[in-house]
């Protein structure tokens, strides 16, 4: 084996409970209540256009999902300038030891780059990861 991929959300990192709290707050903002069990079981997993649709329908708002997605994402953005998503523990050890065995570590994801370089620099995992090549 001479390289490994690691997928970013669900394995090196642990974004659910960040994006529960940032919809919680952006719907309290509007007069509406995000329960933890809703998120849960409706919402968790999906892609945040869908989350949208199915909120504005669920929630009787009075926005396009575009609209929704927009806030939403810059809630996400303004996150992210402050922080990264939490580490899943382990995981910088894991990493870290593929590094010592001469392994090539990428990290692969289906979110936004800036997430990922996020996490890379929050972390210092500059040295671990190997390419910065994302489509």
Known sequence: ????????????????????????????????????????????GISVMNNASDIIRDFSLALTPEKLF??????????????????????KEALMLCKSHNLRVAIVTGGTRLAVEKTVSFYGLEDIWFRRYMV
């Open 70 to 91: 927009k806030k939403r994402r810059a809630l996400t953005l303004k996150f992210l300038q402050r922080q990264a998503f939490p580490l899943i523990r382990g995981s």
């Open 1 to 44: 084996m001479k390289a490994i991929f690691f997928d970013h959300d669900g394995t090196l990192i642990d974004s659910e409970v960040t994006h529960f709290e940032l919809w919680k707050t952006m719907l309290a903002d509007m007069g509406k209540e995000l329960t933890f069990d809703y998120y849960h079981t409706r919402m968790a």
